[in-house]
């Protein structure tokens, strides 16, 4: 049982790596190869956030056997605990989701193949980026994300590869700048353990060679967040990728390197540094700036993705704000929203590739009556919208109460005033959706899944499952966010971040 | 706004970021024996690697061993690659078979008599090389990803010269894609089976082959190389499949 985190990451990666031989051999059986390995990496990620939450203690396993700081280890406490189940989660039901998008053709064997080939490396990647404690073994698990990012992207719709090409050029820099911050830091340390890095950063007394490292994770982990100035990658990106991947791209893709910047800024860097002060303002003017960039840029667009990644701009913004907030109730806020706003907005890219997938729909003009077509892809773009907004009941409030909460705290109610402007202009143009959606007329549209034959009225059950499914957590999250808050996450961010 | 005056204020800032290094002297000087980056671990290193890992090189006994875990996802970024480009070239129309040689077509081809006998030459002594490279992997520099480049040297040129007729034809993308996920699984079960003999992920001394060496120590070199041989698989599948992708969708006259 102790092999947990590790095989985590095993069992996906060995449905990766052998997915284009078994295709070869039975073409059905690759993509049920990998299906079934990431829901057991899920199954995996739950007892293991189960027993963290029941010992409290947080789980160390070393690669090799070699201690740290001489070899890799990873670090499982409550908060990755709950990430990792998060990645898990999500990436077993998108690759559910993604079947129906690439059946098993006997005369293209390798297209299915390949295609949960790359998906299966970007949720180890994201797995592994949040559960390692090494600083350069993030860097691999980040390129692995990077890559697999570019496949999915290039292999989408028509513009994907110019999409997938620009990203290339950015997310190399911020990788670069990743890796240039971690040089600093080993030229200054000499390690490259986190835990280790973090006490041999306390004794040093060259302040430049921190805050050289600061400013590099800031653009690193900036450029694969999409935080403000450093977002251009992302609209095309999330507009015109794979659409049955799209979901994890958009919604779990640019949360994890957020998490990353949290742990360094709060595990690693101290947050008495005289620097970092100025580093927590600058992240905050990014973060004001893109709440409010994002939102408005939104408001231009009718093309229903491009609303849904420029949404993504604001609230990544707001897991920033919380950063720079840097006390209890925003990192509280900070990592209730990266759950919540993983749901809605892979929830909102399944209702998009959904209706992608039955009628070709990629304009909100489209979008008339289509609740009486496909009842729950309606219902669920409701819910979800609503929680995007940050209505109660559903979980986009509580985090950004929480949010509040901690600015308040701060004495900084600038932050709340933005936080409700931004929500009130999330209002304006998800209600632009809903007007299109309850009152525009009634397109004909061509329906690629049609009913008559398939004996279902809306897409097949292999998309339903998800999209309820996204649905249901985001009223879950909402009504059982003080569970959370007061189980989990109250005792691990007091010792993890601010300890 | 012309390019002159952004290209200069790009070299100032270029500039001023290089001189504010040299000045400020931020960074230790290489071969500083005193720093801290040479303080901490490398002497761990230096001293613990021969009786660690019973590997004589040291960049092999961290590469390999100490940080095996990251050299396996680098070999997967290997196979991704791979993967990634045929999944973007896919869509791409294939040249129709029969028209993919170039020689056949329009004449202009690699082919020659020098070409011919040289490489007809060369193509053994690559392969040795690589295979030198591979088994004395854990003892000198280099190792899988050398021994895979020059495997994939070797099928790249009799591949693309026409005479040899790809004798050593036995790869279409879509197999050397699969060769290169075997490649990963074999450097992955190196990794597992330890886990079933009580040891950690990539424990090489605790493999399970304790019968046929005399020290568990020894095992590390076997788990060496049996990770350098999934690594040579992969890369070469990879280097073949990127090749292959490409061929059989580009015509050799523009």
């Known amino acids: 049982m102790n092999h947990i985190p590790v095989l985590i990451i095993l069992f996906p990666l060995c449905g990766a790596v052998l997915c284009p031989l078994i295709s070869f051999l039975n073409p059905a059986w690759g993509k049920r190869a990998v299906v079934g390995t990431l829901f057991a990496s899920f199954a995996l990620s739950v007892i293991q956030l189960a027993g963290i939450v029941q010992t409290g203690e947080p789980v160390h396993y070393w690669m090799g056997g070699w201690a740290p700081p001489y070899g890799i280890e990873f670090v499982i406490d409550g908060v990755n605990g709950i990430i990792i189940v998060l990645v898990a989660f999500i990436g077993a039901f998108t690759s559910l989701f993604s079947s129906p998008f690439e059946e098993a053709n006997p005369n293209h064997r390798f297209k299915s193949a390949g295609y949960y080939s790359i998906l299966c490396f970007l949720v180890i990647g994201l797995l592994g980026l949040s559960s390692t404690g090494d600083a350069f073994n993030l860097y691999v698990f980040m390129e692995i994300v990077a890559l697999s990012g570019y496949g999915l992207i290039a292999i989408g719709e028509e513009k994907g590869p110019i999409a997938a090409f620009r990203y290339l050029l950015t997310g190399t820099i911020g990788a670069c700048m990743y890796l240039m911050g971690v040089g600093f830091l080993y030229s200054a340390t000499g390690t490259l353990n986190m835990a280790d890095l973090a006490i041999k950063l306390k004794e040093i007394d060259n302040t430049h060679i921190i805050i050289l490292a600061m400013a590099c994770m800031i653009v690193g982990f900036g450029i694969k967040m999409a935080l403000f100035p450093l977002h251009g990658w992302q609209p095309p990106a999330h507009s015109y990728a794979h659409p049955a991947a799209d979901p994890m791209i958009a919604g779990v893709m640019i949360k994890i390197p957020a998490y990353g910047m949290m742990r360094f800024f709060f595990c690693i860097f101290e947050e008495t540094h005289p620097a970092a002060e100025v580093v927590f303002n600058i992240i905050g003017v990014m973060a004001v700036c893109g709440i409010l960039f994002g939102s408005l840029k939104a408001l231009r667009y009718d093309k229903y993705n491009k609303i849904l990644a420029y949404s993504s701009i604001g609230q990544v913004g707001y897991i920033a704000l919380g950063i720079s907030l840097g006390n209890f109730y925003g990192l509280v806020g900070a990592v209730l929203h990266i759950l919540s706003h993983a749901f809605m907005k892979t929830g909102l890219f399944y209702t998009s590739a959904a209706l992608k997938y039955k009628f070709g729909i990629h304009y909100t003009d489209e979008l008339g009556q289509i609740y009486r077509k496909m009842p729950v892809t309606g219902t669920a773009m409701v819910a979800l919208s609503l929680s995007m907004i940050g209505l109660p009941p559903f979980a986009g409030f509580f985090s950004k109460w929480y949010l509040a909460l901690g600015a308040i705290q701060n004495g900084q109610y600038f932050y709340v005033a933005v936080l409700i402007v931004s929500s009130l202009l999330s209002a304006i143009y998800f209600f632009r959706i809903f007007e299109r959606l309850f009152m525009g007329e009634e397109k004909q549209l061509e329906d690629h899944y049609p009913a008559a034959e398939h004996g279902r009225k809306e897409v097949p059950l292999r998309m339903i499952i998800p999209v309820v499914i996204a649905a249901v957590m985001v009223v879950l999250l909402g009504l059982g966010n003080t569970f959370i808050v007061n189980n989990v996450l109250e005792i691990t961010v007091m010792e993890v971040f601010l300890g | ?254």
């Open chain 2, 1 to 254: 706004m012309d390019k002159v005056k952004i290209t200069g204020v790009i070299v100032i800032i270029a500039g001023v970021i290089l001189a504010g290094f040299i000045l400020g002297d931020f960074l230790p000087t290489v071969g500083d024996a005193t720093s801290s980056a040479n303080s901490y671990l490398s002497p761990y290193y230096i001293e613990h690697a021969l009786h660690d890992t019973e590997a004589p090189n040291l960049v092999t006994a961290v590469l390999a061993d100490y940080r095996g875990f990251d050299t396996l996802f680098e070999t997967c970024v290997m196979f991704l690659a791979g993967v990634t480009a045929l999944m973007v070239l896919l869509s791409k129309r294939k040249i129709v078979k029969g028209q993919r040689n170039p020689s056949d077509t329009n004449g202009i081809s690699f082919s020659g008599t020098v070409l011919d006998t040289a490489f007809r030459v060369l193509i053994p002594v690559i392969l040795i090389y690589a295979f030198y490279v591979l088994a004395h992997g854990e003892i000198s520099l280099g190792g899988g990803f050398q021994a895979g480049a020059l495997l994939a040297i070797a099928y790249m040129i009799d591949r693309l010269i026409p005479s040899f007729q790809n004798r050593l034809g036995f790869f279409t993308e879509e197999t050397a894609a699969m060769t290169a996920g075997v490649g990963v699984f074999i450097y992955i079960f190196t990794g597992i089976l330890p886990m079933f003999n009580g040891g950690n992920f990539l424990e090489y001394g605790k493999l399970p082959f304790e019968f046929a060496v005399e020290a568990a120590v020894m095992l590390h070199p076997v788990g060496i190389f049996l990770i350098e041989l999934g690594v040579t698989v992969c890369v070469m599948a990879t280097i073949i499949n990127i090749l292959e992708v490409v061929l059989e969708r580009t015509k050799f006259d523009d």
